[in-house]
């Protein structure tokens, strides 16, 4: 399977830096599941659970409140607004 680079950023700092095989995000829209070489798209986060699958099968998750997803077919950023 293909991979694709993610990051996934606060105003504090990054969360996650790596390669991935699959995200998993919800979106104002409902969730979505992003895999590589998918077509750009900018969307809004909304509350729920981001699922993170990397290159050796392991998942990971982080918990949003809101944010916005840029998608490009070879990387893909997360910027996650966290209140404090």
């Known amino acids: 399977m293909s991979t ?4 996934i950023a606060t105003r504090n700092g990054c969360l996650y830096e790596g390669t991935i095989k699959k995200v998993t995000c919800p979106t104002t ?17 909304a509350p729920g659970t981001i699922s993170v699958v990397d290159e050796n099968d ?9 944010g916005i997803i840029e998608i490009r077919p070879k990387h893909i950023a997360i910027m996650l607004h966290k209140h404090n």
Do not use: D, F
């Open 4 to 7: 694709v680079s993610l990051e």
């Open 29 to 45: 829209s409902g969730y979505i599941t992003v895999l590589p070489n998918h077509v750009s798209l900018v969307s809004v986060l």
């Open 58 to 66: 392991t998942t990971e998750t982080y918990e949003v409140e809101q």
